[in-house]
């Protein structure tokens, strides 16, 4: 099969999966719906297409060849929209969808962060036209995006088989894998950013003890940045989580320039609500999104570390103050 993808979706991961592909000596057309974006990539060597129309033609060539499409888009209704019918702010040619350039054996991977119901549905949709839907739960942020990420896959084993070589292009050495029939990746990744909430909830309320306990009980303040270099070199709780929050407060000690307030892409919501239904206790995510929740009215410093952590990781916006 050629190496060559259609990408869809050209935003701070997508924009670093691309340049890691084409490092990789993979052939892409890229599009988006706004054209500085794609005249940006092509600058770096991706093939630029500006509409759907344009970007299956220079993917089959002159022949019908095989397409393969990875979606990096956000999750909910823009994927229904650009799969289905597009939306307004789609609407850069004629009023086409994906779907309607799909032809039979085409691959369309979804690497965002979709839920896994809507991706078992789209699945079924699509195998209408003979299409094959994967779905990819993309981990490590705009740095594993760019260097090698995290990749569990769902959906047809053959498939998989088929287009493996992609997934190993793409992910850090042993970071990829089949995780079973449409669905299962993005329920994978589901949980593992439910995971992530409660990892980062427990490292910022720590950090908002030491930041404000410690005057009282010591009689100085602590240097948190440095307390982190001291974790990040053999503690326990060493992780990406501690080194990325260790580089924020080495930037910004006290975090005076970030609000507090952090949002939340569904994910822990959707994962506490599998919780309920298979009845296992759920404690530590429920109260890292509940505590999200609180940010709309108070402020924390632990949730002015969290926000700050996933500025870090991922390049979610923060509440500048």
Same mark, same amino acid.
């Given at each position: 099969?050629?190496?060559?993808?259609?990408?869809?979706?050209?935003?701070?991961?997508?924009?670093?999966?691309?340049?890691?592909?084409?490092?990789?000596?993979?052939?892409?057309?890229?599009?988006?719906?706004?054209?500085?974006?794609?005249?940006?990539?092509?600058?770096?060597?991706?093939?630029?297409?500006?509409?759907?129309?344009?970007?299956?033609?220079?993917?089959?060539?002159?022949?019908?060849?095989?397409?393969?499409?990875?979606?990096?888009?956000?999750?909910?209704?823009?994927?229904?929209?650009?799969?289905?019918?597009?939306?307004?702010?789609?609407?850069?040619?004629?009023?086409?969808?994906?779907?309607?350039?799909?032809?039979?054996?085409?691959?369309?991977?979804?690497?965002?962060?979709?839920?896994?119901?809507?991706?078992?549905?789209?699945?079924?949709? &699509?195998?209408?036209?003979?299409?094959?839907?994967?779905?990819?739960?993309?981990?490590?942020?705009?740095?594993?995006?760019?260097?090698?990420?995290?990749?569990?896959?769902?959906?047809?084993?053959?498939?998989?088989?088929?287009?493996?070589?992609?997934?190993?292009?793409?992910?850090?050495?042993?970071?990829?894998?089949?995780?079973?029939?449409?669905?299962?990746?993005?329920?994978?990744?589901?949980? /593992?950013?439910?995971?992530?909430?409660?990892?980062?909830?427990?490292?910022?309320?720590?950090?908002? &003890?030491?930041?404000?306990?410690?005057?009282?009980? &010591?009689?100085?303040? &602590?240097?948190?940045?440095?307390?982190?270099?001291?974790?990040?070199?053999?503690?326990?709780?060493?992780?990406?989580?501690?080194?990325?929050?260790?580089?924020?407060?080495?930037?910004?000690?006290?975090?005076?320039?970030?609000?507090?307030?952090?949002?939340?892409?569904?994910?822990?919501?959707?994962?506490?609500?599998?919780?309920?239904?298979?009845?296992?206790?759920?404690?530590?995510?429920?109260?890292?999104?509940?505590?999200?929740?609180?940010?709309?009215?108070?402020?924390?410093?632990?949730?002015?570390?969290?926000?700050?952590?996933?500025?870090?990781?991922?390049? /979610?916006?923060?509440?500048?103050?």
């Amino acid at each position: 099969m050629s190496q060559k993808i259609g990408f869809i979706g050209l935003g701070r991961m997508g924009n670093a999966m691309v340049e890691h592909m084409l490092e990789k000596g993979i052939e892409v057309v890229a599009y988006n719906r706004t054209k500085e974006k794609v005249d940006e990539i092509a600058r770096e060597g991706a093939t630029p297409a500006y509409s759907l129309k344009e970007m299956f033609e220079k993917l089959r060539g002159e022949g019908n060849e095989r397409a393969i499409i990875w979606l990096m888009i956000k999750s909910g209704d823009p994927v229904d929209q650009l799969l289905f019918a597009l939306a307004d702010g789609w609407k850069k040619m004629e009023e086409e969808s994906l779907s309607d350039f799909l032809h039979e054996g085409d691959i369309v991977i979804d690497g965002g962060n979709s839920y896994y119901k809507d991706t078992k549905r789209r699945a079924g949709l &699509l195998k209408e036209k003979g299409v094959h839907f994967m779905d990819c739960g993309t981990s490590g942020g705009i740095q594993g995006a760019r260097h090698g990420a995290c990749l569990m896959v769902g959906g047809e084993k053959d498939v998989y088989d088929e287009i493996e070589w992609l997934y190993r292009s793409l992910a850090q050495e042993n970071g990829y894998g089949y995780m079973g029939a449409n669905g299962s990746g993005h329920y994978v990744k589901m949980v /593992h950013n439910a995971i992530e909430y409660g990892m980062m909830q427990s490292i910022a309320e720590g950090l908002d &003890l030491l930041e404000t306990g410690a005057q009282d009980s &010591l009689g100085n303040p &602590l240097q948190l940045a440095e307390v982190l270099r001291v974790w990040n070199h053999g503690s326990i709780v060493e992780s990406y989580l501690t080194r990325i929050t260790e580089h924020a407060l080495t930037v910004d000690p006290h975090l005076n320039q970030i609000g507090d307030r952090v949002d939340d892409n569904g994910e822990g919501a959707w994962t506490i609500l599998e919780a309920i239904s298979a009845k296992i206790p759920f404690l530590t995510v429920a109260h890292a999104l509940f505590m999200r929740y609180t940010t709309r009215r108070d402020e924390s410093f632990a949730m002015k570390v969290v926000a700050a952590q996933r500025n870090e990781f991922g390049g /979610h916006e923060v509440e500048k103050k």
